[in-house]
């Protein structure tokens, strides 16, 4: 069940007849269960990682051969190591020397001379993330980021002032028609669970990036006609370990939200803060 972005771009007439298009864009679910065992993405171990099958998806759906794919803290070579095997050229930083280590001996094994020369994996402290990727900007195919339950957006510029968006950097490295993947998922902050996927679609539309999709990463196989849900094994022991009260069920989380944006081939319509409404949506 893979279907392809589906663009607003075509719509014409006044920005606020973009933003309602943008309120009632399709879901669509890829079933994206992994083939060994991932890492989660985040410290609590909860948030679903970006598996092989997820990467392979989004490579092929938003870049072309020979395009450059960016992924950003990455917990291990899926992205990187199937971005190369595709013919695609990669960049990526990684906070973690260790986490470094490890793709570049997973994607880099029994690779030729011009195989290597397509790989850049490049350490750097996460204030410094994007300042490491400056000598990429407006080149990505494709940039992949996370933005997970222990993860705060970071709203400040390279030179230290404050911006409006904190997808303005990671925008800020595609190509023109160039796609943004955002992989998040249901936070839970002080107790209460929160969606931070309108706040991302805000953030996005300010940075100058055009709304194409959500789609439902269900990490589970289908087997005898049902979808069996492959859950983080992290994940179940912290819940086990947790003293939730009765009257609280217990949720597990089974999927990963993904995103997708766009870098318009011209200026948007309308770049800003959204029209009265959209904060409702």
Same mark, same amino acid.
């Not at 771009?9 to 007849?17: A, D, F, N």
């Not at 339950?149 to 028609?177: F, H, Q, V, Y």
């Not at 912290?238 to 009257?247: D, E, F, I, N, T």
């Given at each position: 069940?893979?279907?392809?972005?589906?663009?607003?771009?075509?719509?014409?007439?006044?920005?606020?007849?973009?933003?309602?298009?943008?309120?009632?864009?399709?879901?669509?679910?890829?079933?994206?269960?992994?083939?060994?065992?991932?890492?989660?993405?985040?410290?609590?171990?909860?948030?679903?990682? %970006?598996?092989?099958?997820?990467?392979?998806?989004?490579?092929?759906?938003?870049?072309?051969?020979?395009?450059?794919?960016?992924?950003?803290?990455?917990?291990?070579?899926?992205?990187?190591?199937?971005?190369?095997?595709?013919?695609?050229?990669?960049?990526? %930083?990684?906070?973690?020397?260790?986490?470094?280590?490890?793709?570049?001996?997973?994607?880099?094994?029994?690779?030729?001379?011009?195989?290597?020369?397509?790989?850049?994996?490049?350490?750097?402290?996460?204030?410094?993330?994007?300042?490491?990727?400056?000598?990429?900007?407006?080149?990505?195919?494709? %940039?992949?980021?996370?933005?997970?339950?222990?993860?705060?957006?970071?709203?400040?510029?390279?030179?230290?002032?404050?911006?409006?968006?904190?997808?303005?950097?990671?925008?800020?490295?595609?190509?023109?028609?160039?796609?943004?993947?955002?992989?998040?998922?249901?936070?839970?902050?002080?107790?209460?669970?929160?969606?931070?996927?309108?706040?991302?679609?805000?953030?996005?539309?300010?940075?100058?990036?055009?709304?194409?999709?959500?789609?439902?990463?269900?990490?589970?196989?289908?087997?005898?006609?049902?979808?069996?849900?492959?859950?983080?094994?992290?994940?179940?022991?912290?819940?086990?370990?947790?003293?939730?009260?009765?009257?609280?069920?217990?949720?597990?989380?089974?999927?990963?939200?993904?995103?997708?944006?766009?870098?318009?081939?011209?200026?948007?319509?309308?770049?800003?803060?959204?029209?009265?409404?959209?904060?409702?949506?």
């Amino acid at each position: 069940m893979t279907t392809a972005p589906h663009s607003s771009t075509k719509s014409s007439g006044s920005s606020s007849e973009h933003f309602s298009l943008v309120r009632h864009l399709p879901l669509s679910v890829w079933l994206t269960a992994s083939e060994g065992q991932s890492p989660a993405a985040c410290a609590s171990g909860c948030c679903m990682p %970006v598996t092989g099958r997820l990467a392979r998806q989004l490579i092929t759906t938003c870049s072309r051969a020979d395009g450059l794919v960016v992924d950003v803290h990455p917990a291990d070579h899926a992205l990187v190591a199937n971005a190369v095997a595709l013919g695609r050229r990669v960049s990526t %930083v990684v906070i973690d020397p260790a986490v470094a280590g490890v793709i570049w001996t997973r994607v880099t094994s029994g690779r030729d001379e011009a195989d290597l020369r397509r790989v850049e994996v490049r350490v750097a402290r996460a204030e410094a993330t994007y300042l490491a990727l400056a000598h990429r900007r407006g080149e990505a195919s494709l %940039v992949v980021i996370r933005r997970t339950c222990d993860a705060e957006p970071d709203m400040t510029s390279i030179d230290g002032s404050p911006r409006e968006s904190s997808l303005g950097e990671p925008a800020a490295l595609l190509a023109p028609g160039g796609h943004l993947v955002v992989v998040t998922g249901l936070h839970l902050i002080e107790g209460r669970p929160y969606d931070p996927v309108p706040g991302l679609i805000r953030e996005a539309q300010r940075a100058g990036l055009v709304y194409l999709q959500h789609i439902v990463a269900v990490h589970g196989p289908v087997r005898r006609r049902q979808i069996v849900l492959s859950l983080l094994p992290a994940n179940i022991a912290a819940r086990k370990a947790q003293a939730v009260s009765p009257h609280v069920p217990t949720a597990l989380r089974a999927h990963a939200d993904v995103l997708i944006f766009s870098k318009p081939l011209t200026s948007p319509v309308f770049v800003g803060a959204c029209p009265r409404g959209e904060e409702e949506a």
